[in-house]
């Protein structure tokens, strides 16, 4: 990230996932008034995987919707071998992509019900990939079109893993294993302790308000 401006102030918060938060104030907001923040971010992009250290133990734990300690995902994940390459290609083509599902179902899901959306392709390869032994996260954000603006139908969630001090895409939905990274652009680190929980693009602190990306 090389800078963030915006139309209105706002301040930057950090969580221990390395997920920045832009906190913005809006005072005296009449009722059904809207107010429009305008955010501009100037990135550099890399077409290669970067080096990037992350504490590596909480990377192969159980978590909500990667149940590591479940049987069927532990046998699954000895049959397969540890292989990244078999991973993904047994998610690939036995997940059917039932497209957007609002709730959060889980790796558990996604293996034995064979069903899922980004979130569920996504979760499945972290737990599996945990089970194998490799450091894997969720991340989401957007898959970005030529013409460099994010678009809200863009959203997209997928996996990281670590090799070496590095982390490679894993977007099992899109079948892209360690290529494409010139279109990913990472916005949240799934991460438990996140103040903005299942909250992945913005979050209200009062629940009157509708926030919308347009």
Known sequence: METITANKPFEIQLDQSGNQSLIFHLKGVSPYASEVISITAEMRLAGNPQPFTLETEPLLAVEPNIEVNDPDIRELAGKLGGNIDSIAAWIYKNVKDVGYIAEDRGARYAITK????????????????????????????????????????????????????????????????????????????????????NSHRFLSFDERLDVQML
């Open 114 to 197: 064979l069903r899922g959306d980004c979130t569920e392709f996504a979760s499945a390869f972290v737990a599996l990939a945990r089970v194998s032994g490799i450091p894997s996260r969720m991340v989401a954000g957007f898959m970005m079109e030529d013409s460099g603006r994010l678009q809200a139908e863009n959203y997209h969630n997928w996996s990281e893993y670590q090799t070496g001090n590095t982390w490679s895409v894993a977007d099992v939905q899109n079948n892209t294993i360690d290529f494409g990274y010139g279109k990913y652009i990472s916005f949240y680190s799934f991460d438990r302790y996140s103040r903005l929980g």
